[in-house]
């Protein structure tokens, strides 16, 4: 069943490249609809399969470095919290997370970012540079369990459900409404920005509550420390800026540090 599920939906992904050969085809009226829910249907997926991702990750056990991840993680949930080590792009994210959350209370740690905390607390005496290294650990920490303690992922989830259930209903009743050649078209293509931007919107407040969680004021000072790196590696490496430009689910640096900012 699994593989027929999977099978499925990359028929629906493939289907995308005839969009225009087929928007006009009596035939095949249910293939915007389809388009609609694959990344619906495929963050279900994932999500509902998380355990038998994370069966090939590594779990993290160096103690101390365990340790300081539940103390901190503790201060803004008492839900046990598993971590891991292992890559975003299991689960569809991109490259530049550091660390992110997925579903039953797991938090994973990308490998690049934790070769360089395995190399700090394996350190018996910690610099100032160190120090503030832990700050901006702390806040990337305190920000993935608030989204735990929330249940943002469950939320996200039903959001693009509804949101593409909406997107359905709504293609369904505009598409004949309109003599235009391109009238269909230009429907589809309205109705999927409008839901884009809406999920969007969640998506940002998530992550502004999440970073308002964060109270102590040496945390915040390391997620500011921790959004000027980004602002500079963003004008360093054009790429990575054009990424974060059109990444619609993240509010930018620059609006997250002045946030913080203002707390202190």
Not at 87 to 107: T, W
Not at 138 to 162: M, P, V, W
Request: net charge neutral; charged share 20%; aromatic share 12%.
């Amino acid at each position: 069943m699994k593989k027929l599920f999977i099978s499925i939906l990359l028929i629906i992904g493939s289907a995308k490249a005839s969009l225009l050969d087929t928007f006009y085809s009596k035939s095949l009226n249910v293939l915007p609809h389809a388009m609609i829910f694959t990344e619906p249907c495929l963050t279900l997926n994932l999500y509902l399969n998380t355990d038998n991702i994370l069966k090939n990750f590594k779990k993290i056990e160096h103690e101390k470095m365990l340790a300081f991840f539940k103390e901190t993680c503790a201060e803004i949930t008492d839900e046990k919290i598993n971590f891991y080590v292992g890559s975003s792009y299991h689960f569809g994210l991109s490259n530049q997370e550091l660390a992110f959350v997925v579903r039953n209370n797991n938090i994973v740690i990308s490998q690049e970012y934790y070769v360089l905390l395995e190399e700090l607390f394996n350190k018996e005496n910690l610099t100032e540079v160190d120090q503030k290294t832990l700050n901006i650990l702390r806040f990337i920490l305190q920000h993935e369990s608030s989204h735990l303690k929330n249940t943002d992922l469950k939320k996200r989830l039903i959001a693009s459900i509804f949101i593409a259930i909406s997107q359905s209903v709504l293609y369904e009743s505009l598409k004949n409404q309109s003599e235009f050649k391109y009238h269909k078209l230009i429907s589809f293509f309205v109705l999927s920005l409008i839901g884009q931007l809406t999920f969007g919107k969640l998506c940002k407040a998530q992550e502004y509550n999440a970073d308002d969680a964060v109270y102590n004021k040496e945390v915040i000072k390391g997620g500011m420390q921790f959004f000027t790196n980004m602002i500079n590696l963003y004008k360093n490496k054009p790429e990575l800026d054009w990424q974060n430009t059109f990444d619609g689910t993240h509010p930018s640096p620059e609006s997250r540090f002045t946030r913080l900012n203002a707390r202190l």
